[in-house]
Each structure stands twice: as structure tokens, then as C-alpha cells.
């Protein structure tokens, strides 16, 4: 039985409680792989274009207030 396998089914056998634990933990893990995954990016140079579009729109007067903000 291969380690997903065995995992599925040990999963199976938890409570909807440790179930609830079990999908917060892995959701904080994806949190934290889509945050390095951007500060890689930004270091990398892949969202320079939006520094650009920021900096364009701000100099044609394009910018918006967000929704909500003072």
C-alpha cells in the first residue's frame, strides 16, 4: 500500500473533529506554499509588471481608492 493509501485511510478512521484539526493544518500548509511561492516570485522578478502597471496608472491618474479603504 503506497504512503497516500495508508494516509486516505487512516484519515478515514478520525473523528469529524480531528477531521476539522486535519483540514486547518493543511490549509495552513498551503497558506505558507502560496507564501513562498510569491516571495519567490518577487524576488525572482516575475511580478514586476505589476510594479510597472501601479506606477503607470498612478502617473495617467488612473488609480482607485479600494473599496472600503479610508
Known sequence: MST???IQEAITR???VERAELRLWLESCDEDDWDRQI???AASGKLNFLK???H???RHGKLRA???AV
Do not use: C, I, M
Open 39 to 41: 516571495s519567490a516570485d
Open 14 to 16: 478520525l473523528s469529524s
Open 66 to 68: 479600494l473599496p472600503g
Open 52 to 54: 510597472r502597471q501601479a
Open 4 to 6: 497516500v493509501a495508508e
Open 56 to 58: 503607470s496608472a498612478k
